[in-house]
């Protein structure tokens, strides 16, 4: 079964992708910041921030970025899953570069940031938005 087909990397699904990634992360964090000005312990903000960064960024990117047909749940599904191992490929390169070899956490953070990001976009593009998987039931 061929996963990734090889197929080309439309330049305004990328364009559209940051704009999307740019324009939600603002709104997250303002959104944090209006949660922790009540009684909210902050992890608990910063889950709840998350949370609702992986749905409307799946709506944003589902219907503009990627401007797929996927159904919903199974593509919300896979997107899920791709960020969870983002989270953790970060989580990795973070460990590794900061905790083991004492690089910079800025640095470390900065690297992360951009590699998840291309990761991320990968895999969107080929596998949670392609025509394949809007094909499938």
């Known amino acids: ?3 990734f087909p090889v197929k080309t990397v439309s330049g305004s699904a990328l364009a559209r992708y940051l704009v999307v990634g740019a324009s939600v992360n603002v709104g997250l964090y303002l959104l944090y910041l209006a949660i922790t000005r009540f009684p909210v312990i902050p992890e608990v903000a910063m889950t709840i921030v998350y949370l609702v960064g992986i749905i ?3 709506f944003f990117n589902r219907n503009w970025s990627f401007r797929s047909s996927t159904a919903v749940l199974p593509g919300f599904l ?3 899953l791709i960020y969870v191992v983002g989270y953790l490929l970060q989580l990795g390169l973070f460990f590794t570069l900061y905790q ?3 690089w ?6 900065a ?3 951009v590699a998840v ?3 991320i976009f990968t895999c969107l593009r080929f596998w949670v938005f392609s025509e ?3 094909a499938r039931p």
Not at 104 to 109: G, N, R, S, W
């Open 56 to 58: 409307a960024g799946f």
């Open 1 to 3: 079964m061929d996963v």
């Open 111 to 113: 690297i992360a940031i």
């Open 117 to 119: 990001a291309c990761f």
């Open 132 to 134: 394949r998987a809007a």
């Open 78 to 80: 896979r997107y899920t």
């Open 100 to 102: 083991k070899m004492g």
């Open 104 to 109: 910079p956490h800025e640095a470390v953070q």
